[in-house]
């Protein structure tokens, strides 16, 4: 079942990794697929040697419903996050180095750069820690995202939601690149950071980008 969307998943998986957010078999992907239906990588499995029969189908309630593997060690938050925000279809969890590093120092990664804006529309927060492989993660991000999709996880790395998978991995990417630019003016002097006024600007469509 569910053929393309499992290519799809494996797909991101690469990209994911091509622009390093995750190393070796770190993270992982989810996808909301049906009436009550998920699907969520493997366990400890290197995403370019994922087939599409790696991918686990499972339940609402962690019920795996087609696949051998282990599902994602990280499950019960992906399905706690899929249960409260019923407008989140995906969601990927990496271990990016520039975001996580932004939350060791930061209580939150300001809306400094156009894309940031215009993938999370606000300020990116920086949540409590909380172990891995807990439903903690989960609980954390549908109480700290607010009106973005991005939450740093203090400590541990970042989740990030959207409306597709292809939603989801741009607010990944273009988080990092934010927090690297962040990081890297923060080195050397003080950052100049974007009025409200302004943020609420940009993040205003004007119906001219995009096809």
């Given amino acids: 079942m569910y053929e393309k969307e499992k290519e799809q998943i494996i797909v991101c998986g690469i990209e994911v ?45 962690g019920e795996v419903l087609e ?55 606000t300020d990116v927060p920086v949540a409590p820690f909380t172990i891995s492989s807990d439903e903690g993660m989960g609980k954390l991000y549908v109480e700290w995202c607010g009106s973005g999709n991005s939450v740093i996880l203090a400590n541990h790395g970042v989740l990030t939601g959207g409306k597709s998978l292809a939603d989801a991995l741009e607010n990944a990417v273009y988080l990092e690149e934010s927090a690297k630019a962040y990081l890297a003016a923060r080195a050397v002097g003080k950052v100049k950071l974007l009025t409200k006024e302004e943020i609420a600007a940009e993040d205003t469509p004007r119906g001219n980008y995009g096809q």
Avoid: W
Avoid at 17 to 24: E, P
Avoid at 37 to 47: D, G, I, N, W
Avoid at 54 to 59: F, G, H
């Fill in 17 to 61: 990794l091509n622009h390093q957010l995750i190393a070796l078999s770190g993270g992982n992907m989810s996808l909301r697929v049906g009436d009550g239906e998920f699907l969520v990588t493997p366990s400890a499995m290197r995403y370019e040697q994922m087939k599409p029969e790696d991918i686990v189908l499972v339940s609402g309630t």
């Fill in 67 to 121: 696949g051998e593997r282990r599902p994602s060690s990280d499950m019960a938050a992906l399905l706690y996050v899929f249960k409260h925000k019923p407008e989140v279809n995906a969601l990927i969890h990496t271990h990016q180095p520039y975001a996580t590093a932004v939350g060791l120092v930061e209580e939150c990664l300001p809306a400094c750069m156009v894309t940031l804006i215009n993938t999370n529309h």
